[in-house]
T-cell receptor, first 112, second 113 residues
Framework: GESVGLHLPTLSVQEGDNSIINCAYSNSASDYFIWYKQESGKGPQFIIDIRSNMDKRQGQRVTVLLNKTVKHLSLQIAATQPGDSAVYFCAENRNSYGKLTFGQGTILTVHP | KAGVTQTPRYLIKTRGQQVTLSCSPI?????VSWYQQTPGQGLQFLFE???????NKGNFPGRFSGRQFSNSRSEMNVSTLELGDSALYLC????????????FGPGTRLLVL
């Protein structure tokens, strides 16, 4: 079935490095994408979003890239900090209704 | 603004029982969506409510139901609980009129014994 999937289930980096988390989606009709961060015992926290009419969007220390040709989404975190350690999920939405389809998640571990 | 709140935070039930979970959205948000999170299936969409009407539904059995009140607060109910219903149940809110970011609550951890 249609799904959003992540290439890497775990990612370990050193503090100060840049991190890249990848996500593949299968439905070309998807037009809105969101990255969430989930820490242990908490609900997903919004990081950044991007619409299909854009290919790049920047936030504070984060950048999301969207490649519609290969249906690929990535989250770049600059100068990764130990507080960035969490599970990161990509999610896609195909219309204005509230259904988000989530990827499996990537565990990011930042070593001091 | 206060964030999305969910009550209770933790619940223990036995098989066959039923449970009701509550979600209060961010003030001004009219859409509430519910998700189930398990280690095996990840985050899965249950349903969305907007202005007291169910607007979208995921692939869950009829034992899972919900409703929304005029103040946008929402409840979900699971009847005849099964062991596999043990999960973190998350709700998310957004204004609801266009394609907007959903903001999640902390979740209700349900354990079915």
């Amino acid at each position: 079935g249609e799904s959003v999937g992540l290439h890497l289930p775990t990612l370990s980096v050193q503090e100060g490095d840049n991190s890249i988390i990848n996500c593949a989606y299968s439905n070309s009709a998807s037009d809105y994408f969101i990255w969430y961060k989930q820490e242990s015992g908490k609900g997903p926290q919004f990081i950044i979003d991007i619409r299909s009419n854009m290919d790049k969007r920047q936030g504070q220390r984060v950048t999301v890239l969207l490649n519609k040709t290969v249906k690929h989404l990535s989250l770049q975190i600059a100068a990764t900090q130990p507080g960035d350690s969490a599970v990161y999920f990509c999610a896609e939405n195909r219309n204005s209704y509230g259904k988000l389809t989530f990827g499996q998640g990537t565990i990011l571990t930042v070593h001091p | 603004k206060a964030g999305v709140t969910q009550t209770p935070r933790y619940l223990i039930k036995t098989r066959g029982q039923q449970v009701t979970l509550s979600c209060s959205p961010i003030s001004g948000h009219r859409s509430v969506s519910w998700y189930q999170q398990t280690p095996g299936q990840g985050l899965q969409f249950l349903f969305e409510y907007f202005s007291e009407t169910q607007r979208n539904k995921g692939n869950f059995p009829g034992r899972f139901s919900g409703r929304q009140f005029s103040n946008s607060r929402s409840e979900m109910n699971v009847s005849t609980l099964e062991l596999g219903d043990s999960a973190l149940y998350l709700c998310a809110s957004r204004p609801g009129t266009t394609q907007e970011t959903q903001y999640f609550g902390p979740g209700t951890r349900l354990l079915v014994l």
